[in-house]
């Protein structure tokens, strides 16, 4: 079980470091595989941060669900996961307004929170609601 804990955790850290390096770095420094994405035009950075922040929502909801998935807790993980993955939204967009080059946006937290509290809700009906299930039946079969 720990491993599991120490896999989910570790994941759930370098994911939230690549983030602030990606929020490190001005514009121009970004990868330049990046530029793949420029058809997207102007919906490109929220873009980015909605795949960040729900990849973020669901490695948060899976660190939370190695911890204990009885029913009795599950709402408490789901709204821990989402309050630590809008705070490193927050956090992440503060950051940014000392990066040169960059800025904070509100608009940028926003799509941020989306991204994890879409991702964590979902994550908890789907992923927690058949694990449950599958559990159920496992135990009276």
């Known amino acids: 079980m720990w491993v599991s804990r120490l896999l989910t955790a570790s994941l759930t850290l370098a994911w939230m470091s690549a983030i602030f390096r990606l ?9 330049r595989q990046l530029e793949a994405f420029n058809w997207m035009g ?4 929220e873009a980015g941060h909605l795949f ?13 669900w190695v911890w204990g998935s009885t029913t009795d807790r599950l709402l408490r993980w789901t709204l821990m996961a989402i309050v630590i993955g809008v705070f490193y939204g927050i956090s992440d967009e503060v950051h940014q307004a000392f990066v040169p080059g960059r800025a904070a946006s509100l608009v940028d937290v926003g799509v941020d929170s989306v991204g994890v509290i879409t991702t964590a809700v979902v994550y908890r009906y789907v992923v927690m609601g058949l694990g449950a299930g599958l559990c159920g039946r496992i135990r009276a079969g």
């Open 42 to 45: 102007d919906l490109r950075d």
């Open 52 to 64: 960040l922040y729900s990849g973020l929502g669901f490695l948060l909801m899976s660190s939370m």
């Open 23 to 31: 929020s490190s770095s001005a514009p121009a420094d970004l990868p």
